[in-house]
């Protein structure tokens, strides 16, 4: 039996490309068979549409136990896409040959072309990169096949790569696939010669294999009660590079690009101008001097590594050679895989940045796009909701929007861009039931949309699938009562009812105080404006807030150490607990919540901040002896940092009556005048903690009451010429000096 031509290659590589090219007008096949998802083999006819890449088959699994998405992209010189449109030129019959996208074998990939060989092989790969004095896998690639050498020379020495890549590495890796692979390239050998385009790490294994599997085309497997399927999506280019964190590939497509459409030499000062450009877009100084040291540093380069023509990797180094004019913090990206490193030049930045490119691939009108895209295209429409290119900015009363707010909060679940919300209710003390969004055209969109459809026909189908998808990871109580509040904004009641079922056992369990007090925060929004959002307030979430209410509770009693300093969170917590009294959302514990705050307002074991929270919340919520109490408790509050931390937990809890209590206000002023300039600066960071606690226009408002005991002006007091903590540093550091002064007798 004859045999089929293999051709092992790298997705996305453009000497791949040429060699499947070459092969298929070499060999005329009857089949070309390419690593692809089989279930789109009754499709192929929209693979073959005029579309402008990069585009990709996005598929999608969604069961009660289980959520899958995944891409299968191709850019212009993808060697897989060049196998489609040339073998269908050709006449053959154009097959996709792997399994689908839901299957088990790709349960952690995101993208079916990921470079999980170079991972594999990493130690052969290491050693070759030793060598032959290259940086990393993706330089010792383009030094071996990225150059204008004959195809024929090329496709040798990718059969010998791959064989030895592959024989590091145990047999048994990917054998479902690769059974599957297998039969499809027995049954298509029935017919004909075979052009066989697939991942060069199995090629070896396909060439060994293919002659025992089975004859007879598999069926592709489904799986039962889930959801699945498959689209074309517009890609571009950010999303295909390996520097911007794209799972697999080539880094840098608009390099791979150039050198596609026009060959290597002109692909260099292409990209070269490229780059210059961008730069001096980004007010970035690039001399005519700095250009021609980087052709000349790029064409030196080629000739020492005995390149035909000047590589990506050469260019790369030239920039940085010719442009960095100071040692380096981290290694040039180019040296390694993954995402750019934080700390890396700013200049190499914006190169990387160039070398991605800004391409967006675009489908031919004729393709099939998923419900949904018309069914969010018509709620846009019918609402008076449709982006502007340069904007529009829409302005939403939630008590007669509601239906348009649901619109646009189901599109933010869905992570369709363009859709900002810009104000809100923030939080429950807020009165104003109002919203501001900006709505802006993304070119992303409909992108998002394809992929949106996973999880429903039509938007709130799909906002709620995905809520729900989401749902079976969280188990954390902050997170489950933002869900929840997301489920009230997007008008579904079922969501709500599940989370709070979720929530109720999350709550009973829950030790994290700083995390209880954030879902208190989101709960009674919740319960403050459901009733414009929703339904009724409903029982459970009543319960919900008293079991939440009581467990936070119990850990305020369990938080001890008189030296513990102020905590964010911890104070944050106390702010809810008293908004849950002040609103009425637990009334059947307020009783508990006073005993409790008070026996912890007068603790000497519990931390300051938690001893002036408690005195806040006690004063908050309705005591009259509040404000002699705090003014009694100021004069005791120890030394300046538990004076700044104990006012910390005042004043965020009692912000409202503080503000008007000039007594208490008489007191503090008392005890700073008491500090001495050392007790001055260690106190400082606390009060600056619990002052931020007021806003602005209430901060003028006591700076004004202070300035009025010292008979001068409050802008005197809140008009510095730098900023308080450069002041505070200043002198800390005089009183330093002076000290050494003195000790030396200076």
């Known amino acids: ?346 200049t190499l930045v914006e190169v990387v940045a160039a070398f991605s490119g800004d391409a967006v691939g675009r489908l031919h009108p004729d393709t099939p796009r998923p419900p949904l895209l018309h069914d969010v295209r018509a709620q846009l429409e019918a609402h008076d909701l449709v982006p502007r290119r340069q904007g529009r900015e829409v302005k939403l009363d939630l008590a007669r929007h509601a239906p348009r707010s649901r619109v646009l909060h189901r599109l933010r679940v869905l992570g369709v861009g363009g859709f900002t919300r810009t104000r809100g209710p923030e939080g429950p003390a807020d009165p104003v039931l109002g919203e501001t969004w900006i709505l802006t055209v993304s070119p992303n969109v409909e992108s998002e949309l394809i992929e949106a459809s996973a999880f429903g026909a039509t938007l709130e189908q799909a906002a709620l699938a995905k809520l729900e998808a989401a749902l079976l990871d969280v188990t954390d109580v902050t997170e489950l009562a933002e869900t929840l509040l997301t489920a009230v904004f997007i008008g579904i009641d079922g969501v709500a009812e599940r989370v709070l079922s979720v929530l109720r056992l999350a709550v009973e369990d829950c030790s994290d105080l700083t995390a209880l007090g954030r879902a208190l925060a989101a709960l009674l929004s919740v319960w403050r404006h459901e009733t414009l959002l929703i339904a009724a307030q409903h029982p459970a979430l009543h319960g919900v807030i008293e079991a939440a209410f009581g467990r936070a509770l119990w850990l305020v009693e369990a938080v001890n150490g008189p030296q513990v300093r102020a905590d964010r969170g911890r104070i944050d917590a106390m702010v809810s607990l008293a908004e849950v009294v002040r609103f009425g959302a637990a009334t059947a514990l307020r009783d508990a919540a006073a005993s409790v705050m008070a026996r912890r307002s007068l603790d000497a074991e519990a931390p300051p901040d938690v001893r002036g929270a408690a005195l806040g919340f006690l004063w908050a919520t309705g005591d009259p002896a509040g404000e002699a109490d705090a003014v009694r408790a100021v004069g005791l509050a120890g030394g300046p940092e538990p004076l700044g931390d104990f006012l910390a937990g005042l004043f965020a809890v009692a912000r409202e009556e503080v503000v008007h209590a000039d007594g208490l206000l008489t007191a503090i002023d008392a005890r700073v005048r008491e500090l001495d300039a050392q007790g001055f600066l260690v106190g400082l960071p606390a009060m600056r903690l619990a002052f931020e606690y007021f806003p602005p226009r209430e901060r003028r408002m006591l700076a004004d009451r202070v300035a009025a005991i010292h008979g001068v002006s409050g802008r005197e007091l809140t008009r510095l010429a730098v900023d308080a903590q450069v002041l505070s540093q200043a002198l800390q550091v005089e009183a330093d000096v002076a000290a050494l002064l003195e000790a030396h007798g200076l």
């Open 1 to 346: 039996m004859a045999e089929p031509v293999i051709v092992g290659v790298r997705h996305h590589s453009p000497a791949c490309a040429h060699v499947v090219r070459h092969t298929i007008e070499t060999v005329k096949p009857r089949h070309v068979l390419i690593e692809g998802p089989a279930d789109m083999n009754e499709r192929i006819d929209e693979l073959l549409l005029d579309h402008a890449p990069p585009v990709a088959i996005f598929s999608y699994l969604h069961s009660a136990n289980r959520s899958h998405a995944s891409w299968t992209p191709f850019c212009a010189y993808s060697p897989e896409w060049v196998a489609l449109r040339e073998g269908a030129a050709a006449g053959a019959q154009v097959r996709f040959m792997d399994l689908p996208a839901w299957s088990r074998s790709f349960e952690d990939v995101r993208n079916r072309y990921s470079d999980r060989v170079f991972d594999r092989a990493a130690v052969g790969t290491a050693r070759l990169c030793r060598e032959l004095g290259v940086d990393g896998s993706d330089a010792l690639w383009d030094h071996l096949f990225e150059q204008p050498e004959p195809v024929a020379e090329v496709a040798e020495r990718l059969h010998t790569y791959f064989v030895e890549l592959r024989g590091q590495v145990p047999a048994g890796v990917d054998t479902s696939r690769e059974e599957f692979m297998a039969r499809c390239i027995r049954t298509a050998m029935d017919d004909g010669p075979v052009v066989v385009v697939c991942g060069g790490w199995h090629a070896p294994a396909l060439a060994e294999t293919w002659r025992s599997a089975p004859v007879g085309w598999p069926e592709v497997p489904l799986v039962e009660d889930a959801r699945i399927g498959s689209y074309l999506v517009p890609y571009s280019d950010r999303r295909l590079d390996s520097f911007i964190g794209y799972q697999s590939g080539m880094p840098s497509p608009a390099w791979y690009q150039a050198v596609w459409d026009h060959g290597h030499d002109q692909a260099a000062e292409a990209m070269l101008e490229r780059a210059v450009t961008r730069l001096r877009g980004k007010r970035q100084i690039v001399s005519p001097a700095d250009v021609i040291a980087t052709w000349t540093l790029a064409c030196g380069l080629k000739d020492l590594r005995g390149h035909g023509a000047v590589g990506r990797v050469d260019l790369l180094d030239a920039l940085a050679g010719a442009l960095v004019k100071h040692a380096l913090d981290q290694p040039v990206p180019w040296s390694g895989r993954g995402r750019i490193q934080g700390g890396t030049d700013a």
